[in-house]
């Protein structure tokens, strides 16, 4: 399989490498530069920036590069470390995303958060394919559920508890899962978002955070990870 992994820092690019034992070569593409890990193009590793926005257009930079090279990409990846919502999403456990949503894309009224679906306009949703999600939850040991996706991140508990009211599923939160999936989606192909949780959601405590154990548990993660892919079906989505 083809397959592309962003991350929104080379940080989180790094600890997804350090799972493989091939070294990785750099492709420069226009606006965008792939390590490629041992040189076949199986895997492609992309710090896409962070942000939904940022996040999706290097994205769709480098699945189009692939499309017009005649090597389309199998599946996209979005990884990376997040907030996790407690007590279901602990520091240090990793989370596969069954849905991936845009949690602040629409509008503020006096009623509440208005997705911008019921504004009339585009999506706030994609799902990964069910039987892969299931794959690599068994493989890694992650636990499924929403993963969320904001332009501004949590640092208040009552924001938290806000989210998580309109999200009873979500499990984290980060900045550039949804924009990843756009950028597949427009492509016509399927997504994936893994996350590593290095701090609660929530007020902002530095202190808390844990990002060396979350960046070791992604390195981790993809370890069993790339193994359990191969049992997987790419047309079973």
């Known amino acids: 399989m083809h397959v592309l992994v962003a991350t929104a820092v080379p940080a989180e ?60 990409y199998d599946l996209v990846v979005a990884a990376g470390i997040a907030g996790g ?74 924001r938290a508890v806000r989210l998580r009211a309109r999200h009873p599923r979500a499990l984290a939160e980060a900045m550039e899962g949804f924009g990843v999936a756009e950028a597949a989606a427009a492509h016509g192909v399927p997504v994936l978002e893994i996350r590593a949780v290095s701090n609660p959601v929530g007020p902002r405590d530095r202190t808390a955070w844990r990002i060396g154990d979350a960046l070791a548990a992604l390195t981790e993660g993809f370890g069993k990870f790339a193994p359990a892919l191969e049992s997987w079906n790419p047309h079973d989505h």
Do not use: K, Q
């Not at 420069?28 to 490629?36: E, Q, S, V």
């Not at 076949?40 to 090279?69: C, I, N």
């Not at 995303?97 to 894309?105: F, S, V, Y």
């Not at 068994?138 to 929403?146: N, V």
């Open 13 to 72: 690019r790094d600890a997804v490498a350090r799972a493989f034992t091939a070294e990785t070569a750099e492709v420069r593409l226009p606006g965008a530069t792939l390590h490629r890990i041992g040189g076949t193009g199986h895997y492609d590793l992309l710090a896409a920036g962070v942000g939904p926005a940022l996040a999706a257009a290097s994205t769709a930079t480098a699945l189009t590069a692939a499309a017009l090279a005649g090597t389309p």
């Open 85 to 158: 919502f407690a007590p279901d999403a602990p520091v240090g456990s990793l989370v596969v995303a069954d849905e991936i949503i845009a949690a602040d894309l629409g509008a503020e009224t006096a009623d509440g958060f208005l997705p911008v679906t019921e504004l009339g306009f585009g999506t706030v949703s994609h799902r990964p394919p069910t039987s892969l999600v299931r794959t690599v939850s068994a493989a890694t040991g992650a636990r499924s559920g929403a993963v969320l996706t904001v332009s501004t991140v949590t640092g208040t508990a009552a």
